[in-house]
């Protein structure tokens, strides 16, 4: 296993050196779907590969992350910008990173890196316990007047799983609608297709729009916000993709309106 | 409540702890707190009906450790107590498969000492579920062989599940392999009139479900959507309740146990179910003197049930707040102690919590850990990072897991439970590190939801009292708590040496 691992070590750094990176250029948008890598460095690093060259993902993180760290055992979509800055765990760095996993297992996704003396960047939590907790911030209530509200949750590639950003959203869109004493909650679930960086159109299944508003609708409902208070619909054909910010675009939109309806 | 003045007790029924606790008066060296009630071990057994009185603070003698309950529910004649009281029609009570003694739980030590003292005709072995199915003949011990094997009860699931409104089953069942006969069975079985899907499974503690109980967020960061309400009082729920959180309160847990265990009559009444709910959430548990290590709460450490009553169910996962923070004055050089043998244990378990709360390993192909969005497959963490509720090492997310103890290819290797297959549709997503067919000897919480993704899932258990209720896991497979800490080293490639596991063990045995 190590064996394989350093020969695929050395393989990267050699591809590396051959290439001209023209994938690395700062700046430059990229989609591809690969195997990810982890370095065992003190806490993890995550790597993945494209074209010859690695470049870094982000840093094991949790629950309440931005980076969504990704698994083994599965092909992930990564769609970023080339970051300018240095190497980070051997990869260059990767900016607004979003990471889809993919739902089959492809179990050729194994790699896990030896540390090899890299170091991995300050980090608020170690691979241990945090060191204390944080007590929660405290929500600032919408203060009114109070106008029309829209609320934007993302999601991963071919999947209506609500992460922890979403489900906040959720509770603060909640708060609003019982303070604004909202008339209407109008939810529209998309599909979309990721254009990757060599070229192949991915497209979201066809019914993952549907599942995606019609969750959403439930939770709404088991919050307190009343059926008849509540519109879904969903869009048939899968929004295009551009490359660049197409994971804008496998969301759910909900609308909450307030006031008297216009006549 | 005034719960640490059983004094009380002992100058309110002399004549009674006379009588019935004879055998309690402490001797030195078995010195229970002048608080507690002594209970040796010739009692034990805790017969249902039995004539005896429930105190409010009591030391049962341990073959491993002494479990101390404390609980405000005090000094009531248990015989008429529906806890106590056999309410059905097979002689079972609550207490039959809650031994105060086995840490509100049953440990297979007991359960083989009344075969043998009763030949197997105690109550405990109810054809109903202390059998390997209720079609096999009574009173022979292959009868009964994963009762008295494993510590094993049955438990007969409906199939398929009822599903909640907008929900669709993703997977069907084949039974491939059925030593007990049940599944297979044209009255029990898969294919009978009432389809039913047997799987066995270990009695849980009934003890600090405060903590058990608590619901830390409205959303369940390993489902998306909110945790689920009781439907009763339309409150939420943790859904930490039974290996699957097939029921959410002790309420409806009552209901069942009575229906299905102890095969009643008529259903509990209202007075009866409260009366339960009240005395479970009330009864606090630990182990409090250990048969080397000598006191727990000793040399400036806090263990017994008194911390767990003062305690506060928040998450441990924290170096300024540890799950179990108890031993650490352990840790400081030349600890205190009476014997050698004592000292070396001491500092065995303040290692063993340092290895539990602070080693790192990867953690890996465990569903609902590592998918869990944000968190990634590996993660690189600790013990406590699943066992994070203070005092009692319950996942509080809530806790159901696929780690692998009933799920091929991690479990261990046995032909004497059931083997299902079970296969995902197409449409459905896959188990997200077994793919579409996956073999288990139980599906767990997949049996309630009729998710793929829940194949193999089954809830933590909580860590007290541990010493006394052996096997472990869901289904036995742990004889004993160095077996628990091998199955973790292999899973997870831990790279634990002899002296680490042998720390951990001591640590969970003092808890």
Redesign the interface.
């Known amino acids: 296993m190590m064996m394989r691992m350093r020969l695929y070590a050395s393989g990267l750094a050699l591809l590396g050196a051959a290439c001209t990176a023209i994938a690395a250029t700062p700046d430059r948008y990229l989609s591809f779907v690969t195997c990810p890598i ?1 370095r065992d460095t003190e ?2 690093c ?1 790597l993945a590969e494209y074209e010859g060259e690695l470049y870094f993902l982000g840093m ?6 931005a ?8 092909r992930a979509l990564i769609e970023a910008k080339v970051g300018s800055g240095e190497r980070i765990c051997g990869g260059i760095p990767l900016e607004s990173v979003h990471v889809s996993v993919m ?3 492809d179990s050729s996704c194994e790699t ?1 890196l030896p540390a090899e003396g890299f170091t991995p960047p300050p980090y608020e939590r ?8 944080h007590p929660a911030a405290p929500r600032k209530d919408p203060a009114p007047p109070y106008t029309a509200q829209e609320y934007v949750l993302e999601f ?1 590639f071919d999947n209506e ?4 950003r ?2 906040r959203k959720l ?1 603060e869109l909640v708060r609003f609608v019982e303070l604004s004493k909202a008339r209407a909650v109008r939810i529209e679930g998309t599909r979309a297709i990721s254009l990757l960086s060599d070229g192949t159109r991915l497209v979201e299944s066809e019914t993952i729009a549907k599942r995606r508003a ?2 959403v609708a ?2 709404l409902v ?2 307190g916000i009343p059926t008849s208070m509540i519109e879904t619909r969903w869009s048939a054909e899968p929004l295009p993709g551009n490359g660049i910010d197409d994971y804008t675009r496998r969301r759910v939109t909900i609308r909450v309106e307030v006031g008297a309806a216009a006549p | 409540m005034t719960i640490f003045s059983s004094t009380r007790a002992l100058v309110a029924f002399p004549i009674a702890l006379a009588l019935l606790c004879s055998a309690s008066v402490a001797s030195d060296t078995q010195a229970p707190s002048q608080d507690a009630v002594y209970i040796d071990a010739k009692q034990r057994w805790w017969k249902p009906g039995e004539a005896r009185r429930w105190h409010e603070s009591m030391r049962f003698e341990g073959r491993t450790a002494d479990v101390e309950i404390i609980s405000p529910d005090i000094d009531f004649d248990a015989a008429t107590h529906p806890f106590f009281a056999p309410l059905g029609t097979n002689g079972r009570a609550c207490v039959t498969c809650h031994q105060p003694a086995d840490g509100m739980s049953l440990s297979l030590d007991s359960i083989r000492e009344q075969w043998q003292r009763t030949k197997g005709r105690d109550p405990l072995f109810a054809m109903i579920d202390g059998a390997n199915c209720p079609d096999a003949e009574p009173g022979k011990p292959q009868s009964h062989s994963l009762l008295l094997e494993r510590g094993l009860f049955r438990m007969p699931l409906p199939w398929p599940p009822k599903l909640p409104e907008g929900e669709t089953l993703e997977f069907s069942i084949e039974v491939v392999r059925d030593p007990t006969g049940c599944n297979t069975s044209p009255r029990f079985g898969l294919k009978s009139d009432n389809p039913t899907i047997s799987v066995f499974r270990r009695p849980r503690p009934v003890a600090n479900l405060r903590y058990i109980l608590t619901v830390p967020n409205l959303f369940n960061i390993k489902t998306g959507v909110p945790v689920m309400r009781d439907p009763e009082t339309g409150e939420r729920a943790n859904m930490n309740m039974l290996a699957d959180a097939r029921v959410l309160t002790p309420r409806a847990q009552a209901r069942d146990a009575a229906k299905n265990h102890l095969q009643i009559v008529s259903p509990l009444s209202e007075e009866q179910v409260a009366t339960l709910d009240r005395f479970q959430r009330g009864i606090y548990m630990a182990a409090v003197r250990h048969r080397t290590g000598g006191a727990l709460d000793a040399a400036g450490a806090t263990g017994g049930a008194s911390a767990v009553v003062t305690g506060l169910p928040l998450l441990g996962d924290f170096i300024e707040r540890r799950v179990f923070h108890y031993f650490d004055p352990w840790k400081r050089p030349d600890v205190p102690a009476d014997t050698a043998a004592e000292r070396a244990f001491r500092e065995s378990v303040a290692r063993g919590e340092e290895i539990f709360m602070m080693r790192p390993f990867y953690i890996r192909d465990v569903t609902h850990l590592n998918t869990i969005i944000g968190m990634g497959n590996p993660i690189k963490r600790t013990c406590a990072t699943c066992h994070n509720m203070q005092h009692v090492g319950i996942d509080g997310a809530p806790g159901w897991m696929d780690l692998g103890t009933n799920t091929l290819p991690y479990a261990e290797k046995t032909e004497d439970l059931p083997l299902f297959k079970v296969t995902c549709s197409a449409e459905a997503r896959p188990h997200p590190y077994l793919g579409r067919t996956i073999y288990t000897t139980d599906p767990g919480r997949a049996l309630i939801t009729g998710k793929c993704v829940d194949v193999g899932a089954i809830n933590l258990q909580q860590m007290r009292g541990l010493a006394e209720r052996a096997p472990y896991f869901a289904n036995g497979s742990a004889a004993d708590l160095m077996e628990v800490v091998e199955f973790y080293d292999r899973r997870f490639d831990m790279k634990l040496t002899e002296q680490e596991k042998q720390d951990l063990v001591n640590f969970m045995s003092a808890l």
């Open positions: 982890i806490l993890p995550w094991q993180g949790d629950s309440a992350s980076f969504n760290s990704p698994q083994l055992k599965h739902q089959e297992i896990i170690g691979p241990g316990p945090a060191v204390r907790p991963e799983f609500l992460a922890r979403n489900t509770e019609e969750r439930r939770i088991d919050l």
